[in-house]
């Protein structure tokens, strides 16, 4: 389908998930105007962004019409609507590996280490909350390697970029930098991880990359 109206992009520079969507808009060649949401200063919780997102998270995208929140949601409304270079393959069992592999980052790592999650845990209890974001992604990484080992090519699943990588791009760089986790641990992740640095879509999207990236976060 051809891209007539304007994309907005509520996004966040740090935010793994905005991070995807950045990716996979780069990937597509949609244009879309980039509208930051600090959730540091707390500018999620304004009247007008709850109008978008109750729950007061990014990503939003705003597609003509159509408003729609977290990044599996927005993601899967991009691949339907602009078919042009589709992140989804038609082979069933890869498909459903795709699928697979995005929703064990979406539910299963991601959400334990958002920022607003670990300042809760904080707050609440007074964890050590570096330690706790470091056992979930490990946990979770043990299975992403082994989903992927015996089928990675160039990308995730194959000798194509799908949605696994989409979403795998941004999670294994955010442990990385933000987590310390080692990657000699997981070889085909770190290898992919190396591939994916090579991308002009991973740089375009990265959040240095972004009109609202700051050298040092409050």
Not at 120 to 135: I, L, R, S
Not at 169 to 197: C, G, H, W
């Amino acid at each position: 389908m051809g891209i007539g109206r304007k994309v907005v992009l509520y996004s966040y520079w740090l935010s793994s998930c905005s991070w995807r969507i950045r990716f996979a808009l780069s990937h597509k060649g949609i244009p879309y105007e980039y509208k930051a949401v600090d959730l540091v200063k707390g500018e999620q919780f304004s009247p007008e962004f709850e109008k978008l997102n109750p729950l007061h998270c990014v990503p939003v995208l705003v597609d003509d019409n159509v408003v729609v929140s977290d990044s599996y949601a927005i993601f899967l409304h991009l691949e339907q609507k602009y078919t042009r270079k589709p992140l989804l393959p038609v082979d069933p069992q890869i498909r459903a590996l795709n699928l697979q592999i995005a929703s064990v980052i979406n539910s299963s790592i991601q959400p334990h280490h958002m920022i607003g999650a670990l300042k809760d845990m904080e707050k609440m209890f007074g964890a050590e909350t570096k330690q706790w974001a470091q056992y979930k992604i490990d946990k979770g990484f043990l299975a992403l390697e082994k989903l992927t080992k015996n089928v990675a090519g160039t990308y995730a699943t194959g000798e194509r970029i799908y949605m696994a990588d989409v979403f795998l791009a941004p999670q294994i760089m955010q442990a990385v930098n933000r987590f310390d986790i080692d990657m000699s641990k997981y070889p085909t992740l770190r290898k992919l991880s190396e591939t994916y640095k090579g991308l002009a879509e991973f740089h375009a999207s990265s959040p240095q990359s972004q009109p609202d990236a700051c050298t040092t976060v409050d």
